[in-house]
């Protein structure tokens, strides 16, 4: 058994090495064809674009890893039943449990591999591949907004540290480093009526939960005793070189905010709904996030159980260009019934972990349904 796991193995690993590359090598020449166009605007050159695409690459890896574990696994077994090895394993007292425990073990290290590219290669290269070319071309991250940044937070009591009030803040330009610029901070109590103005031409994060603001003008309403409307007598107005600016904002929470949520890793993606819940804020949209990333890796495990039935199928039942093929089919089906569940889910307000389950449910259901078809034919 032992032989023969590493002899699966071997096999599995390599076609789908081989379908990885080829699938990257695809994405990287369409990915630089896009690029073609940046090429000689500023200081963007050729190798700018090559180090661009090249720090893309680990988020493809990880979308397409349940796809290529499947055509690989498709592959190989396809090639077995050609051969007639798989008969062979099959009259050496192979049973299909022990090729479905054979195959799930083979399996978990690519779930490994997937869990690690998702959680910690492909977020950082993507964070590195924006900024890189955010500093190449001199931009800021004000040009994808047309009004700038917004974020929601909520203002404590510096003594009791109760939430007394909600806070906006809108930031016209960020730096690549984290600086931001042109940040405007505005302050309501818990009826919502504004109390502080704050203007600054820029803040900087010194330490955890304080920022430091320069060139401040700050205008504070205070309410008037009489039908709460304000007098011009109590609107207080002043100028500062510096202040400080209290807040549970953080460089990372901005950074979350401009960042494609399937792209986050599982811990941005908890801190970050942890944040829109303490604020009253809708969170779903990043919980199915979360659970999508959590789950994942299992679809890797469930593709190359849907893989085993063709195992079965004799050389006469098509040839391996076809299933292969079927394979390339059943693999962008399930990448498209995952981004539909997604959304859907959102719209139906479906529990975030439900909504991520049901998409490897359904296939491992139809994994389960061929099994049981090949076994009984």
């Known amino acids: 058994m032992k032989t023969l796991r590493r002899y699966f193995a071997g096999e599995i690993y390599r076609s789908s090495l081989f379908v990885m590359v080829a699938f990257l090598a695809l994405f ?105 070319k955010r500093r190449i071309e001199g931009a800021s991250l004000s040009a994808e907004f ?114 494609d949520p399937k792209r986050m890793s599982a811990l941005d993606l908890v801190q970050f709904s942890r944040h829109l819940q303490q604020n009253n804020q809708r969170s779903e949209q990043y919980e199915i996030a979360l659970w999508t990333k959590l789950l994942y890796p299992v679809a890797v495990i469930v593709m190359m159980v849907l893989a085993l039935p063709f195992a079965y199928m004799h050389a006469r039942s098509g040839g391996l260009s076809l299933k292969v093929f079927i394979g390339i089919m059943i693999g962008m089906g399930f990448h498209l019934v995952n981004n539909l569940f997604s959304h859907i889910g959102l719209l139906n307000t479906w529990p975030p972990l439900a909504t991520a389950a049901l998409p490897s449910i359904l296939f491992l259901l139809a994994a389960i349904s061929a099994l049981w078809w090949v076994e009984r034919h």
């Open 28 to 132: 990287a020449f369409f990915d630089l064809m896009g690029e073609l166009g940046s090429i000689g605007r500023g200081p963007y050159r050729l190798e700018h674009a090559f180090i661009y695409v090249a720090a893309g690459l680990p988020s493809y890896a990880y979308e397409l890893m349940p796809i290529v574990a499947l055509i690989g696994t498709i592959y190989v077994m396809a090639q077995f039943a050609s051969r007639s090895e798989f008969t062979v394993m099959r009259a050496s007292s192979l049973s299909m449990a022990r090729a479905l425990l054979l195959l799930a073990r083979i399996a978990a290290v690519l779930a490994v591999i997937t869990f690690v590219l998702g959680e910690f290669v492909a977020p950082k290269a993507n964070d590195f591949r924006q900024q890189f």
């Open 146 to 259: 047309r009004t700038g940044l917004w974020a929601k937070d909520v203002v404590r009591d510096s003594v009791t540290g109760k939430v007394i009030g909600s806070r906006f803040i809108n930031a016209s330009k960020i730096d690549p480093g984290g600086l931001v610029r042109s940040i405007s901070v505005f302050e309501f109590d818990e009826h919502m009526r504004m109390r502080t103005r704050i203007a600054a031409e820029r803040a900087e994060y010194v330490e955890p939960g304080v920022w430091r603001l320069s060139a401040v003008d700050e205008i504070n309403l205070i309410p008037s005793d009489t039908m709460n409307r304000l007098r011009p007598e109590l609107i207080k107005r002043r100028n500062v070189a510096t202040s400080t600016l209290h807040s549970d904002i953080t460089p990372e929470i901005l950074s979350v905010l401009m960042a």
